[in-house]
């Protein structure tokens, strides 16, 4: 069974009270932050789906559990997947989502329809001016001016989609214009370093709209191996109860033990394990075998596990 379905399967069982997943239902997974760990989104088939137990679903982890966070956008359960699609821009860490005719964001805890969100009106001038100074040479090529005006005026203008301050602009323009800028301490050092980074969000969307570049993958330390395609019901099953997973210091829940075990079955078959091995994994999870009989029966199965567990922890979100 593949990962996302697995995982979809009790997430979806808890939030309908319904069982399994019927024919035509799928999940897959989609890294809307781009963290390394994806979300999940599924849908839940059944005859004359009203949306409530049926239909689009999209489970975020967020602090100690996965929460769904599509219900309260009125329509968004049944919108027809082929007209669900990811924009080119993040807000709020996450990228933007097209469904239908409507565009949800990010608010900080679930996705919104973006029309609710406040935009800004905002003097640009001197942002363009410096942006375009900031990327061009002293003699650009033909057709780069252009290039330049074009992508500097998509920032001005998504910045003022996601609802950047007047004085947020000023000061992002000072940095990019090399003026003498007294970066901020303390409290307000964390505001500036988000700004700056939503500011980098912005510019990375808009190189993306046009060709120009792609998101960048988050870094993973991954194996060496291809992933193969196995079969991962019986480990899933077995992981999340392990109390050496659940009691782990950047554990501690249920559902943050579920999300470590979907990226320990993405990353242990990178590491060359195969279908026997996650097997033996998934009896040694279930306190079946010792480390002695696992070592036995593949010496360098533990290893393999203990590589995946290192790189998917490094990346494990902080409660």
């Not at 979809?8 to 897959?28: C, D, H, N, V, Y």
């Not at 329809?113 to 003097?123: E, H, I, K, W």
């Not at 195969?274 to 999870?285: H, K, N, V």
Request: with cysteine; aromatic share 10%; net charge negative.
């Amino acid at each position: 069974m593949a990962i996302a379905q697995k995982m979809a399967m009790g997430l979806l069982e808890r939030q309908t009270g319904s069982k399994g997943l019927p024919l035509a239902s799928f999940a897959i997974e989609a890294d809307l932050n781009l963290d390394g760990l994806p979300e999940i989104f599924a849908y839940r088939y059944a005859p004359g789906c009203d949306g409530v137990k049926c239909g689009n679903f999209l489970f975020v982890l967020e602090g100690d559990s996965y929460h769904e966070v599509l219900g309260d956008i009125p329509g968004a359960r049944l919108v027809p997947q082929d007209k669900i699609a990811l924009s080119p821009f993040k807000r709020n860490g996450f990228f933007d989502i097209q469904s239908d005719t409507m565009t949800i964001g990010w608010d900080g805890t679930r996705y919104v329809d973006t029309s609710t969100f406040p935009a800004s009106t905002l003097d640009g001038a001197a942002f363009v001016a410096a942006c375009q100074k900031s990327k061009l040479g002293e003699q650009p090529a033909e057709g780069e001016a252009e290039q330049a005006a074009t992508a500097c005026q998509c920032q001005f203008n998504r910045f003022q989609v996601v609802g950047f301050k007047q004085a947020d602009l000023d000061a992002y323009t000072a940095s990019i214009a090399g003026q003498d800028v007294e970066y901020p301490i303390g409290d307000k050092e964390d505001a500036w370093l988000a700004l700056s980074k939503s500011a980098q969000d912005v510019a990375t969307g808009c190189d993306v709209a046009s060709g120009k570049s792609q998101w960048p993958l988050a870094y993973f330390d991954h194996g060496d191996k291809p992933q193969q395609k196995l079969n991962f019901g019986a480990f899933l099953d077995a992981c999340p109860a392990q109390d050496f997973i659940l009691t782990n210091h950047k554990i501690g829940s249920p559902d943050r033990a579920l999300a470590l075990c979907g990226c320990l079955a993405r990353e242990i078959p990178t590491y060359g394990v195969s279908q026997d091995g996650l097997d033996l994994l998934a009896q040694y999870y279930r306190d079946e075998i010792s480390d002695a009989d696992v070592e036995a029966q593949d010496a360098d199965l533990l290893t393999a596990h203990d590589k995946a567990s290192e790189a998917c922890l490094s990346q494990f979100p902080a409660k």
